[in-house]
């Protein structure tokens, strides 16, 4: 079964730092290209950033961009989101996802169940 | 930046009735465009991508079409399950960029 695993979320104080990581199983993870999503609550979906299947080309909403880092460890079939510099608009449940083999996206698919991260003094 | 707005914001159909949901892109996306199906407290489920193919094992009651600006989901004919949050979403490789539109609240009539 294809599953992808979120954790690392919580409770952090403004200005403060968080690394979020994303397990994935099921699939040859190093194939893929890999995104994460945020979802502030009660609104809708915001793209957050974008890892190519070798780590090699990364990208980034203007919003989080120079404040997070993508990150993957294809040995480890874990993708990681490392945060920094948190402001309270960063408060969300943050998805990752899988998109296809190359740069020509296939749609996400499957998302994870989500972790929650709270920037809050 | 690519601006997608969803219509309605909330739709209210009864089961057995045909739904359709629109989403329109701020300039064209040719068919890079795809659907998602949220429900509460779950996390988002591909329904459509390229505007018109159907990821697996998504129910045949579920067609996209469109193109370039201008695009729709149809859900054919309502099951319970299907009354939920629906989001659209382009996507463009150079500059990346995957805009979600704001999201369309299907309930029960």
């Known amino acids: 079964e294809v599953q992808l695993v979120e954790s690392g979320g919580g409770l952090v104080q403004p200005g403060g730092s968080l690394r979020l990581s994303c397990a994935a199983s099921g699939f040859t993870f190093s194939s893929y290209w890999m995104h994460w999503v945020r979802q502030a609550p009660g609104k809708g979906l915001v793209w957050v950033s974008r890892?190519?299947?070798?780590?090699?080309?990364?990208s980034y909403a203007d919003s989080v961009k120079g404040r997070f880092t993508i990150s993957r460890d294809n040995a480890k079939n874990t993708l990681y989101l490392q945060m920094n510099s948190l402001r309270a608009e960063d408060t969300a449940v943050y998805y990752c996802?899988?998109?296809?083999?190359?740069?020509?996206?296939?749609?996400?698919?499957?998302w994870g169940q989500g972790t929650l991260v709270t920037v809050s003094s | 930046e690519i601006v997608m707005t969803q219509s309605p914001a909330t739709l209210s159909v009864s089961p057995g009735e045909r739904a359709t949901l629109s989403c329109r892109a701020s300039?064209?996306?040719?068919?890079?465009l795809a659907w998602y199906q949220q429900k509460p407290g779950q996390a988002p489920r591909l329904l459509i991508y390229g505007a018109s193919t159907r990821a697996t094992g998504i129910p045949a009651r579920f067609s996209g079409s469109g193109s370039g600006t201008e695009f729709t989901l149809t859900i054919s004919s309502l099951q319970s399950e299907d009354f939920a949050v629906y989001y659209c979403q382009q996507y463009n490789n150079w500059p990346p960029e995957y805009t979600f539109g704001q999201g369309t609240k299907l309930e029960i009539k």
């Open positions: 890892i190519n299947s070798d780590g090699s080309s990364t």
């Open positions: 300039q064209s996306v040719s068919s890079n």
């Open positions: 996802a899988r998109d296809s083999y190359s740069d020509i996206s296939l749609g996400f698919d499957p």
